[in-house]
Protein backbone atom coordinates (compact mmCIF):
# COMPACT_ATOMS: atom_id res chain seq x y z
CA UNK A 1 0.00 0.00 0.00
CA UNK A 2 1.17 3.63 -0.53
CA UNK A 3 2.43 4.89 2.26
CA UNK A 4 0.31 8.02 2.21
CA UNK A 5 -2.57 6.09 1.61
CA UNK A 6 -3.58 4.80 5.53
CA UNK A 7 -3.77 8.38 6.09
CA UNK A 8 -5.88 9.70 4.03
CA UNK A 9 -8.43 6.71 4.41
CA UNK A 10 -8.24 7.40 8.03
CA UNK A 11 -9.10 11.28 7.01
CA UNK A 12 -12.01 9.65 4.51
CA UNK A 13 -13.40 7.82 7.51
CA UNK A 14 -13.34 10.53 9.92
CA UNK A 15 -15.77 12.61 7.59
CA UNK A 16 -17.76 10.19 6.37
CA UNK A 17 -18.67 9.55 10.22
CA UNK A 18 -19.59 13.92 10.86
CA UNK A 19 -21.75 13.36 7.76
CA UNK A 20 -23.25 10.30 9.12
CA UNK A 21 -23.72 12.13 12.54
CA UNK A 22 -25.09 15.40 10.53
CA UNK A 23 -27.48 13.45 8.66
CA UNK A 24 -28.62 11.95 11.63
CA UNK A 25 -29.19 15.16 13.75
CA UNK A 26 -30.58 17.79 10.52
CA UNK A 27 -31.51 20.37 12.47
CA UNK A 28 -27.77 20.91 12.85
CA UNK A 29 -27.42 21.98 8.93
CA UNK A 30 -26.98 25.02 8.26
CA UNK A 31 -27.37 25.94 3.87
CA UNK A 32 -25.62 29.18 2.38
CA UNK A 33 -25.93 29.90 -0.89
CA UNK A 34 -22.69 30.67 -2.77
CA UNK A 35 -24.02 31.28 -5.65
CA UNK A 36 -27.46 30.75 -8.08
CA UNK A 37 -28.29 26.96 -7.22
CA UNK A 38 -24.70 26.65 -5.61
CA UNK A 39 -24.66 25.80 -2.00
CA UNK A 40 -22.54 25.35 0.66
CA UNK A 41 -23.38 23.92 4.54
CA UNK A 42 -21.49 24.51 7.64
CA UNK A 43 -21.08 20.39 7.55
CA UNK A 44 -19.42 20.79 4.15
CA UNK A 45 -16.59 23.43 6.05
CA UNK A 46 -16.50 21.14 9.45
CA UNK A 47 -15.72 18.14 7.75
CA UNK A 48 -13.09 19.81 5.51
CA UNK A 49 -11.64 20.64 8.39
CA UNK A 50 -11.33 17.73 9.78
CA UNK A 51 -10.02 16.44 7.24
CA UNK A 52 -7.15 19.11 6.38
CA UNK A 53 -5.97 18.44 10.18
CA UNK A 54 -6.06 14.82 9.79
CA UNK A 55 -3.68 15.28 6.70
CA UNK A 56 -1.42 18.26 7.85
CA UNK A 57 -0.36 16.42 10.86
CA UNK A 58 1.14 13.64 9.00
CA UNK A 59 2.22 16.03 6.42
CA UNK A 60 2.60 19.44 7.15
CA UNK A 61 5.01 21.14 4.66
CA UNK A 62 2.52 19.79 1.47
CA UNK A 63 0.61 21.74 -0.72
CA UNK A 64 -3.72 21.64 -0.19
CA UNK A 65 -6.49 22.62 -2.51
CA UNK A 66 -10.03 22.10 -1.24
CA UNK A 67 -13.16 22.88 -2.80
CA UNK A 68 -14.04 25.81 0.11
CA UNK A 69 -10.99 26.63 1.73
CA UNK A 70 -9.04 27.46 -1.73
CA UNK A 71 -5.42 26.89 -2.25
CA UNK A 72 -2.90 26.76 0.67
CA UNK A 73 0.39 25.32 2.17
CA UNK A 74 3.86 24.83 0.50
CA UNK A 75 3.73 26.28 -2.77
CA UNK A 76 7.24 24.42 -3.61
CA UNK A 77 6.17 21.06 -2.38
CA UNK A 78 6.12 18.27 -5.09
CA UNK A 79 3.20 16.80 -3.14
CA UNK A 80 -0.92 18.41 -3.95
CA UNK A 81 -3.49 17.24 -1.88
CA UNK A 82 -7.22 18.13 -3.45
CA UNK A 83 -9.80 17.52 -1.18
CA UNK A 84 -13.75 17.49 -1.84
CA UNK A 85 -15.41 17.28 1.57
CA UNK A 86 -18.77 16.20 0.05
CA UNK A 87 -19.35 15.83 -3.37
CA UNK A 88 -23.27 16.07 -4.39
CA UNK A 89 -23.90 18.82 -1.41
CA UNK A 90 -27.30 19.35 -2.71
CA UNK A 91 -28.20 15.82 -2.34
CA UNK A 92 -27.01 16.03 1.38
CA UNK A 93 -29.24 18.99 1.94
CA UNK A 94 -32.19 17.28 0.56
CA UNK A 95 -31.37 14.42 2.53
CA UNK A 96 -30.64 12.12 -0.67
CA UNK A 97 -27.75 9.97 0.45
CA UNK A 98 -25.95 9.84 -2.36
CA UNK A 99 -23.03 11.99 -1.63
CA UNK A 100 -19.45 11.03 -1.12
CA UNK A 101 -16.28 12.21 0.86
CA UNK A 102 -12.65 12.90 -2.38
CA UNK A 103 -9.41 13.03 -1.89
CA UNK A 104 -6.44 12.51 -4.39
CA UNK A 105 -2.82 13.21 -4.18
CA UNK A 106 -0.47 14.53 -6.45
CA UNK A 107 3.30 14.03 -7.04
CA UNK A 108 4.84 16.65 -9.74
CA UNK A 109 0.79 17.23 -10.72
CA UNK A 110 0.04 13.55 -11.54
CA UNK A 111 -2.18 11.61 -9.59
CA UNK A 112 -0.48 9.11 -7.12
CA UNK A 113 -3.13 8.55 -4.98
CA UNK A 114 -7.32 8.07 -4.73
CA UNK A 115 -9.75 8.29 -2.05
CA UNK A 116 -13.78 8.31 -2.41
CA UNK A 117 -15.69 7.38 0.00
CA UNK A 118 -19.83 7.17 0.16
CA UNK A 119 -19.93 6.40 4.39
CA UNK A 120 -24.10 5.52 3.47
CA UNK A 121 -23.44 2.26 1.77
CA UNK A 122 -19.63 1.98 3.69
CA UNK A 123 -18.12 1.90 0.15
CA UNK A 124 -14.40 2.99 0.17
CA UNK A 125 -12.96 3.36 -3.48
CA UNK A 126 -9.07 3.52 -3.32
CA UNK A 127 -6.50 3.38 -6.19
CA UNK A 128 -2.90 4.02 -6.31
CA UNK A 129 -1.21 4.70 -9.54
CA UNK A 130 0.17 1.37 -11.20
CA UNK A 131 -1.79 -0.84 -8.84
CA UNK A 132 -5.01 -0.92 -9.97
CA UNK A 133 -8.36 0.09 -8.62
CA UNK A 134 -10.17 -1.27 -5.31
CA UNK A 135 -13.83 -0.86 -3.54
CA UNK A 136 -13.19 -2.33 0.07
CA UNK A 137 -10.30 -4.02 -0.61
CA UNK A 138 -11.40 -6.12 -3.70
CA UNK A 139 -10.24 -5.33 -7.31
CA UNK A 140 -12.41 -3.35 -9.42
CA UNK A 141 -13.06 -3.37 -13.15
CA UNK A 142 -14.80 -0.84 -15.91
CA UNK A 143 -17.51 -2.93 -17.64
CA UNK A 144 -16.62 -4.41 -20.73
CA UNK A 145 -19.73 -3.52 -23.18
CA UNK A 146 -18.96 -2.59 -26.96
CA UNK A 147 -22.04 -1.51 -28.19
CA UNK A 148 -24.74 0.99 -26.62
CA UNK A 149 -27.44 -1.66 -26.30
CA UNK A 150 -27.93 -2.93 -22.99
CA UNK A 151 -25.53 0.21 -21.08
CA UNK A 152 -26.62 2.41 -18.28
CA UNK A 153 -24.92 5.95 -18.50
CA UNK A 154 -24.84 8.91 -15.92
CA UNK A 155 -25.77 12.06 -17.96
CA UNK A 156 -27.79 14.74 -18.00
CA UNK A 157 -30.03 17.07 -20.35
CA UNK A 158 -29.35 20.34 -18.71
CA UNK A 159 -26.32 21.60 -20.66
CA UNK A 160 -24.81 25.08 -21.43
CA UNK A 161 -25.03 26.65 -24.56
CA UNK A 162 -21.52 27.13 -24.52
CA UNK A 163 -20.90 23.80 -24.46
CA UNK A 164 -23.68 22.44 -26.84
CA UNK A 165 -26.02 22.80 -29.44
CA UNK A 166 -30.26 23.18 -28.96
CA UNK A 167 -29.84 19.97 -30.78
CA UNK A 168 -28.58 17.75 -27.75
CA UNK A 169 -31.31 17.51 -25.55
CA UNK A 170 -33.22 15.55 -28.37
CA UNK A 171 -30.25 13.55 -29.14
CA UNK A 172 -29.99 12.28 -25.74
CA UNK A 173 -33.70 11.14 -25.82
CA UNK A 174 -32.59 9.17 -28.63
CA UNK A 175 -29.70 7.85 -27.10
CA UNK A 176 -32.31 6.86 -24.35
CA UNK A 177 -34.36 4.54 -26.47
CA UNK A 178 -31.07 2.33 -27.79
CA UNK A 179 -29.26 2.41 -23.94
CA UNK A 180 -30.99 0.12 -20.95
CA UNK A 181 -31.27 3.63 -18.96
CA UNK A 182 -29.76 7.29 -18.63
CA UNK A 183 -28.98 8.15 -14.78
CA UNK A 184 -28.34 11.63 -13.11
CA UNK A 185 -27.50 11.31 -9.54
CA UNK A 186 -26.12 14.78 -8.13
CA UNK A 187 -22.51 13.12 -7.15
CA UNK A 188 -20.37 13.13 -10.48
CA UNK A 189 -17.66 11.66 -8.54
CA UNK A 190 -19.55 8.93 -7.63
CA UNK A 191 -20.94 8.28 -10.46
CA UNK A 192 -17.13 8.41 -12.31
CA UNK A 193 -16.03 5.46 -9.20
CA UNK A 194 -19.53 3.03 -10.21
CA UNK A 195 -18.15 3.61 -13.97
CA UNK A 196 -14.99 1.98 -12.53
CA UNK A 197 -16.81 -1.02 -10.38
CA UNK A 198 -18.28 -1.43 -13.50
CA UNK A 199 -22.48 -0.32 -12.42
CA UNK A 200 -22.48 2.27 -14.92
CA UNK A 201 -21.05 1.96 -18.10
CA UNK A 202 -20.62 5.36 -18.66
CA UNK A 203 -20.46 8.98 -17.34
CA UNK A 204 -20.03 12.34 -19.27
CA UNK A 205 -20.88 15.78 -17.85
CA UNK A 206 -20.61 19.69 -19.44
CA UNK A 207 -20.96 21.16 -16.30
CA UNK A 208 -17.73 22.86 -16.33
CA UNK A 209 -16.96 20.07 -12.75
CA UNK A 210 -13.80 21.22 -10.47
CA UNK A 211 -10.07 19.72 -9.91
CA UNK A 212 -11.78 18.35 -6.67
CA UNK A 213 -14.78 16.63 -8.29
CA UNK A 214 -12.66 14.68 -10.94
CA UNK A 215 -9.23 14.03 -9.37
CA UNK A 216 -9.77 11.21 -7.48
CA UNK A 217 -12.16 9.20 -9.66
CA UNK A 218 -9.84 10.08 -12.86
CA UNK A 219 -7.17 7.89 -11.17
CA UNK A 220 -9.88 5.23 -10.08
CA UNK A 221 -11.29 5.01 -13.26
CA UNK A 222 -7.75 4.71 -15.11
CA UNK A 223 -6.56 2.28 -12.42
CA UNK A 224 -9.77 0.28 -13.19
CA UNK A 225 -9.24 -0.06 -16.73
CA UNK A 226 -10.87 2.95 -18.26
CA UNK A 227 -10.13 6.09 -20.22
CA UNK A 228 -11.59 10.04 -19.59
CA UNK A 229 -11.61 12.28 -21.72
CA UNK A 230 -12.97 15.66 -23.18
CA UNK A 231 -16.26 16.13 -24.70
CA UNK A 232 -14.43 16.75 -27.94
CA UNK A 233 -11.62 13.91 -27.50
CA UNK A 234 -9.09 15.65 -26.31
CA UNK A 235 -7.07 15.36 -22.69
CA UNK A 236 -7.97 18.99 -21.32
CA UNK A 237 -10.84 17.70 -18.82
CA UNK A 238 -9.03 18.51 -15.78
CA UNK A 239 -8.89 22.07 -17.15
CA UNK A 240 -12.67 22.51 -18.06
CA UNK A 241 -14.44 20.05 -16.11
CA UNK A 242 -16.43 18.60 -19.28
CA UNK A 243 -15.96 15.00 -19.64
CA UNK A 244 -16.40 11.06 -20.62
CA UNK A 245 -15.42 7.83 -18.90
CA UNK A 246 -15.95 4.07 -19.20
CA UNK A 247 -14.09 1.95 -21.17
CA UNK A 248 -12.72 2.77 -24.73
CA UNK A 249 -14.59 1.08 -26.76
CA UNK A 250 -17.72 2.93 -25.13
CA UNK A 251 -15.99 6.29 -24.60
CA UNK A 252 -15.22 6.11 -28.68
CA UNK A 253 -18.71 5.54 -29.30
CA UNK A 254 -20.15 8.24 -27.35
CA UNK A 255 -17.10 11.20 -27.92
CA UNK A 256 -18.59 10.40 -31.74
CA UNK A 257 -22.62 10.64 -30.78
CA UNK A 258 -21.50 13.52 -28.79
CA UNK A 259 -19.86 15.27 -31.31
CA UNK A 260 -22.26 16.87 -33.80
CA UNK A 261 -24.37 18.56 -31.01
CA UNK A 262 -20.64 20.25 -29.54
CA UNK A 263 -21.26 23.97 -30.01
CA UNK A 264 -18.46 25.28 -32.17
Not at 232 to 250: A, E, F, S, T, V
Amino acid sequence: MHPKMNVAIKAARQAGRAILKANDNRSTIEVHEKSKNNYVTNIDIEVEKKIIATLQKAFPDQFYITEEAGHFGNENSDHTWIIDPIDGTNNFIHGLPHHCVSIAMQFRNKTELAVVYNPYLDQLFTATKGSGAQLNGQRIRVGNKKEFTGCLFSGALKYSTKVFNPSYPEAVLALHEEISGLRYSGSLTLDMCYVAAGYLDAVWTSRDAKIWDIAAADLIIKEAGGMLCGLDGGLHYLQDGRLIGGNPRIVAKLTKFLSPHLAK
